[in-house]
């Protein structure tokens, strides 16, 4: 038991290292959002829609950042903005493809309609 166990970690993490922690994608709940805010965390709020495109662009390259081990303890909320006009109205956005974050409670910057990947990542290096 212990011999697989130990196998499927060394499969996992390539030369034995232990596998790098990733930005938790979570969806948006107002409490969540305001917990996590409370404890001081580094915080991504993505406004998307599934019919926008440059959502579309924004998601894979939020995936990879998120894979950066500088990133591991970012939480990124994201708001449907078909569904969840309230939160859209309680973070002041008025259009998907808003990125939003935030350092604990502070607002330390916002993108609209941001698709080159050294931008979105220059965004997520404000929280750190």
């Keep these: 038991m212990i011999c697989r166990t130990l196998l499927a970690l ?73 569904s969840q006009k309230p939160a859209l109205k309680a973070l002041n956005a008025r259009m998907q493809s808003t990125l939003i974050a935030f350092k604990g409670e502070t607002e330390v910057g916002r993108s609209v309609g941001e698709t080159q990947p050294e931008w979105i990542e220059g965004l997520l290096e404000k929280v750190l």
Aim: some cysteine; glycine content about 4%.
């Design 10 to 82: 060394l499969a996992a993490a390539p030369f034995g290292l232990a596998p790098a922690q990733a930005a938790d994608f979570l969806p948006y709940k107002p409490e969540a959002l305001a917990a996590a805010q409370k404890a001081g965390k580094p915080i991504l709020v993505e406004i998307s829609a599934p019919w926008c495109p440059i959502c579309k662009t924004q998601k894979p390259i939020l995936a990879k950042l998120g894979a950066d081990p500088r990133f591991k303890d970012l939480q990124v909320f994201d708001v449907d903005f078909d």
